[in-house]
């Protein structure tokens, strides 16, 4: 006998604030625009061409939410839902204005060439953390803890990532600073799990770059 598929259990909490949303509570719907606008805004400045642009294709979706709230089913979760509104309507907006992001030709055409990159033996290729880096850089161990999560540290990560291209940008912020699944990532971007993993190695091995010139000059 086949196995039945698993059924779709929303995150705790969910269904009081889609009944929130749905009653007009503006403390509800504030909530969720201080938790996602954030990555709304990054993922949008993938489609389009200026951050004012973004800012209205983020408003945009968001007007968007509060309209067809009525009409969420929960056959997803309320974040995936909410992210697909705002890339469909970035996509729309991006179509207006001439501008596309060739995610299906990403792996090999995103104009980066033959640059180096970090050695795959560096990352771990399965189980829960394939992806990941296997060590740390070489006397990063040598270095002080306060100086490895220090604010200037931090901002070299985060000089590095506003570096990136927009599309490496959304992906390895919304999968290591925000957290989200591959799964997630995948589904709102509509990218292959061959391209957002290309996508994620490429943006990890620059930030990695950049951190261990900082780390290694600050070890000297």
Same mark, same amino acid.
């Given at each position: 006998?086949?196995?039945?598929?698993?059924?779709?259990?929303?995150?705790?909490?969910?269904?009081?604030?889609? @009944?929130?949303?749905?009653?007009?509570?503006?403390?509800?719907?504030?909530?969720?625009?201080?938790?996602?606008?954030? @990555?709304?805004?990054?993922?949008?400045?993938?489609?389009?061409?200026?951050?004012?642009?973004?800012?209205?294709?983020?408003?945009?979706a968001?007007?968007?939410?509060?309209?067809?709230?009525?009409?969420?089913?929960?056959?997803a979760?309320?974040?995936?839902?909410?992210?697909?509104?705002?890339?469909?309507?970035?996509?729309?907006?991006?179509?207006?204005?001439?501008?596309?992001v060739p995610?299906?030709?990403?792996?090999?055409?995103?104009?980066?060439?033959?640059? @180096?990159?970090?050695?795959?033996?560096?990352?771990?290729?399965?189980?829960?953390?394939?992806?990941?880096?296997?060590?740390?850089?070489?006397?990063?161990?040598?270095?002080?803890?306060?100086?490895?999560?220090?604010?200037?540290?931090?901002?070299?990560?985060?000089?590095?990532?506003?570096?990136?291209?927009?599309?490496?940008?959304?992906?390895?912020?919304?999968r290591?600073?925000?957290?989200?699944?591959?799964?997630?990532?995948?589904?709102?971007?509509?990218?292959?799990?061959?391209?957002?993993?290309?996508?994620?190695?490429?943006?990890?091995?620059?930030?990695?770059?950049?951190?261990?010139?900082?780390?290694?000059g600050?070890?000297?």
């Amino acid at each position: 006998m086949d196995e039945a598929e698993p059924t779709y259990a929303p995150p705790p909490g969910q269904d009081a604030i889609v @009944a929130a949303l749905r009653l007009g509570d503006d403390r509800a719907f504030a909530a969720l625009v201080d938790e996602y606008g954030p @990555a709304m805004l990054r993922v949008a400045r993938m489609y389009v061409s200026t951050r004012a642009v973004a800012e209205e294709v983020v408003q945009e979706a968001w007007l968007g939410v509060i309209a067809g709230i009525g009409r969420f089913e929960g056959r997803a979760s309320l974040k995936t839902w909410i992210f697909r509104i705002l890339s469909n309507t970035a996509k729309t907006r991006g179509a207006r204005e001439g501008r596309s992001v060739p995610f299906s030709s990403v792996t090999g055409g995103d104009g980066e060439g033959g640059e @180096a990159s970090v050695e795959a033996d560096r990352f771990l290729s399965a189980g829960r953390w394939a992806g990941h880096w296997t060590s740390a850089p070489s006397r990063w161990s040598e270095l002080p803890e306060e100086r490895l999560v220090g604010g200037e540290t931090m901002g070299v990560v985060e000089r590095a990532i506003a570096s990136l291209p927009d599309v490496q940008q959304a992906v390895i912020t919304l999968r290591d600073v925000e957290g989200w699944s591959s799964d997630e990532v995948r589904n709102i971007l509509d990218l292959s799990e061959t391209n957002q993993r290309v996508i994620l190695h490429r943006a990890r091995a620059k930030v990695r770059r950049a951190l261990e010139a900082y780390l290694d000059g600050e070890r000297t």
